[in-house]
């Protein structure tokens, strides 16, 4: 029974994580529309605390977790929840301003790029890091958006569905583990 269970869970965890996948494109494929990207601050040290900006265009190893777990605010699937949609807004604000200001940053500073590239790169990996870490996170102020001014009907589709399929499975994966952990886990009561 503990191989079987094994062995299905393997393959619950690969059915989720394609669910996942899926349901990403589809919301990646939605657009953000204009009145969004106008809602936003000019500045990204309006979305996120300033120490947080200067860590994620700094260089050196950063986990977004450890950090929140050291701030005073702590770390649940909320607080995840909210610090995602506080990143990906700051990546859209990074995004504009890129567009706007790319020549002239660029003449005035050839690294300018590299560095913005950086940034962007480890705003991501924070992003998939607290995704990871919640997997059956909700979603964030950008899906929310995207998914409400979405007029492709297919898109939608793809995304409810999988979503649901997500959750069901992160459901079932959960009820595996504790299935798992109590056949495996040592028996107190047994007499030796």
Same mark, same amino acid.
């Given at each position: ?115 913005? &590239?950086?940034?962007?790169? =480890? *705003?991501? /990996?924070?992003?998939?890091? %607290?995704?990871? !870490? ?31 399929? &997500?959750?069901?499975?992160? =459901? *079932?994966? /959960?009820?595996?583990?504790? %299935?798992?952990? !109590? ?10």
């Amino acid at each position: 029974i503990l191989r079987m269970l094994v062995s299905n869970r393997e393959d619950l965890q690969s059915a989720h994580q394609k669910c996942y996948d899926i349901n990403k494109q589809a919301v990646s494929s939605m657009t953000v529309s204009s009145s969004y990207l106008q809602r936003l601050p000019k500045h990204a040290k309006l979305v996120v605390k300033r120490q947080l900006i200067e860590i994620l265009t700094g260089a050196g190893s950063f986990s977004i977790v450890a950090w929140m777990k050291q701030q005073e605010e702590g770390y649940d699937r909320l607080k995840a929840t909210q610090m995602t949609s506080d990143l990906e807004d700051v990546l859209l604000i990074w995004e504009q301003r890129s567009r706007e200001n790319s020549l002239s940053r660029m003449v005035r500073d050839p690294r300018w790029f590299g560095k913005y &590239e950086r940034s962007r790169s =480890r *705003v991501e /990996r924070a992003i998939r890091e %607290l995704r990871d !870490g919640w997997p059956d996170m909700g979603v964030t102020r950008v899906e929310e958006h995207k998914i409400g001014v979405n007029e492709d009907i297919s898109l939608a589709y793809i995304e409810a569905y999988s979503r649901m399929l &997500e959750a069901q499975a992160f =459901r *079932v994966l /959960r009820v595996l583990d504790v %299935l798992l952990q !109590g056949l495996t886990a040592p028996k107190s009561d047994e007499v030796p």
